[in-house]
């Protein structure tokens, strides 16, 4: 089983390579693109870059969206800076 980081270094790596071959016209005739895919093609880093922090923002605004509150956490939370105040109130800290 590959990492993570296996699996992105080798997506990386092929997309790099197939994006490097059509953006140096090194690809057999055959497969040679038409002239406005070639205009394309040199600025699709920056398209994968803007659809790439689209899909993160809104990855993270769903997830704020649905995230679940945590009452006992926040209520033992509490408790806890109240016994820390209490503490260094007896240490002679003030707030």
């Known amino acids: 089983m590959a990492t993570k980081l296996q699996q992105f270094t080798l997506v990386f790596g092929f997309v790099s390579a197939v994006w490097t071959v059509f953006l140096l016209n090194l690809q057999p005739a055959a497969l040679k693109p038409s002239p406005a895919v070639s205009q394309i093609i040199p600025a699709l880093p920056f398209v994968a870059l803007v659809?790439?922090?689209?899909?993160?923002?809104?990855?993270?605004?769903?997830?704020?969206?649905?995230?679940?509150?945590?009452?006992?956490?926040?209520?033992?939370?509490q408790q806890e800076v109240k016994l820390a105040r209490a503490d260094l109130s007896a240490k002679g800290f003030k707030f």
């Open 51 to 77: 659809a790439f922090c689209a899909y993160s923002l809104m990855a993270i605004g769903y997830r704020l969206a649905t995230f679940n509150d945590c009452n006992e956490a926040s209520q033992e939370l």
